[in-house]
């Protein structure tokens, strides 16, 4: 089976610059898609194809890939930008995957 | 706007079995594949199942395969995920997601004895 991995947390300061990280064998050969979930509501996807980004969200969200990693960029976090963030991909465009989550918070 | 609207849920004994429906509007239901995606109180993300767009293949992850069972109607653009065999481990909110691009707000289920 396979596995994706993220780090648990990550932590900056408003304007500070926010990296997260997913990993996995499959990410060699597999887009990722990056979906983020604030506290009570439903997740919304924010990145696909590893680093296009859904015409409503802003440019400061970011992505790009390297070998087996996917990297969630935030350029100049803010408060509102405090949620949980799970990378996804799929193998044979059939079995999906989640990434544990990151909780990144903005203080 | 597409708009996700899950329904099903509820409260059910372990081994019992339960039916949630989600229906998709402002989208071409026909063109796109389906996934049910599930969170446990204060848990991550888990995929769930994936049923192509014509119904033809479908895929579920190791935990629910063969108790689980997705499928569409898309005269209806209606998903469907029948559970059976609950166990107190599948008690969730689960989400339909079209595409993996939109999400609703989902259906709680809730496997308790």
């Known amino acids: 089976s396979y596995d994706l991995t993220q780090p648990s947390s990550v932590s900056v300061s408003p304007g500070q610059t926010a990296r997260i990280t997913c990993s996995g064998d499959?990410?060699?050969?597999?887009?990722v898609r990056w979906f983020q979930q604030k506290p009570g509501q439903s997740p919304t996807l924010i990145l696909y194809?590893?680093?296009e980004r859904p015409s409503w969200i802003p440019e400061r969200f970011s992505g790009s890939s390297s070998g087996t990693t996917v990297t969630l960029t935030i350029s100049g976090a803010q408060v509102e930008d405090e949620a949980d963030y799970y990378c996804?991909?799929?193998?044979?465009?059939?079995?999906?995957?989640f990434g544990g989550g990151t909780k990144l918070t903005v203080l | 706007q597409v708009q996700v609207v899950e329904s099903g849920g509820g409260v059910v004994q372990p081994g019992g079995s339960l039916t949630l429906s989600c229906e998709v509007s402002?989208?071409?239901?026909?063109?796109?594949?389906m996934h049910w995606v599930r969170q446990a109180p204060g848990k991550g993300l888990q995929w769930v199942a994936f049923?192509?767009?014509?119904?033809?293949?479908?895929n579920y992850a190791d935990s629910v395969r063969g108790r689980f069972f997705i499928s569409r109607d898309n005269s209806k653009n209606k998903l469907f995920l029948q559970l059976n065999s609950l166990r107190l481990d599948d008690t969730a909110v689960y989400y339909c997601?079209?595409?993996?691009?939109?999400w609703g707000q989902g259906a709680l289920v809730t496997v308790f004895s």
């Open positions: 996804y991909s799929a193998a044979d465009n059939t079995l999906g995957i």
């Open positions: 499959l990410l060699s050969s597999k887009y």
């Open positions: 997601v079209p595409n993996m691009d939109n």
């Open positions: 194809n590893d680093n």
């Open positions: 402002g989208y071409i239901f026909s063109d796109h594949g």
């Open positions: 049923i192509h767009r014509d119904g033809t293949t479908s």
